[in-house]
């Protein structure tokens, strides 16, 4: 097989010449099998026919794989040959010859310098793609965590506003006293469960 990867041709065909001749090969060594397989199979038939034959199937199977070994050995030869009649002249693009898709190079030729630099624009936007698409995700995930501080904000900014109905169920209109005096409220009630765990301790002494 050739070792020139032929990428132009592959380009065009949408499979390597290549590939092609491999795949002619394999479907050939498969009929060149199934046909002596048939050949053997009638040659046995024939001969059960016969009586007192001294040819026995192994001896069938001897001369067909000593065959089969001798056509692909001929085939191999013709093959390498075909084969690079195949590659040279038949599957082969000229070198004067351009795809359609690369047609533009006519009328718009790159030289090696400017290909060069054509490269490594190309990189430099690249970095600068991954750089922008990394801060659109620092950016989303910042939102995500806005969103959540929100949520927290709104479920405070609720708590508030009940505190500040209750205050004023209650009589209190102003928040700063309603929320003083459910601290004043808060610490009586801590003096009160410390006066009864303090008296709850000493009956257990006495």
């Avoid at 359609?100 to 009328?107: F, I």
């Avoid at 030729?109 to 750089?131: D, N």
Wanted: net charge neutral.
């Amino acid at each position: 097989m050739s070792v020139d990867p032929m990428t132009y041709e592959a380009q065009f065909f949408g499979f390597t010449p290549q590939t092609c001749m491999l795949r002619i090969y394999i479907a050939f060594q498969d009929y060149l099998f199934e046909v002596m397989q048939a050949v053997e199979q009638v040659i046995v038939k024939k001969l059960d026919g016969i009586s007192n034959c001294d040819i026995s199937p192994v001896q069938i199977r001897k001369c067909t794989e000593n065959f089969l070994s001798f056509m692909k050995g001929r085939f191999d030869n013709l093959f390498g040959k075909m084969e690079q009649l195949f590659l040279q002249l038949i599957l082969r693009i000229p070198p004067n010859i351009l795809l359609p898709e690369d047609k533009s190079q006519e009328t718009h030729p790159c030289s090696k310098e400017e290909f060069q630099l054509l490269q490594k624009e190309i990189e430099h936007l690249q970095k600068k793609y991954k750089t922008e698409l990394w801060a659109k995700q620092a950016l989303l995930a910042e939102l995500e965590e806005q969103k959540i501080v929100q949520a927290k904000l709104k479920q405070t900014l609720t708590l508030f506003d009940e505190l500040i109905n209750i205050g004023r169920d209650h009589g209190t209109s102003d928040f700063r006293e309603s929320l003083v005096s459910l601290v004043q409220n808060s610490k009586k009630l801590q003096n009160i469960r410390d006066n009864i765990e303090k008296e709850g301790k000493r009956l257990k002494t006495s």
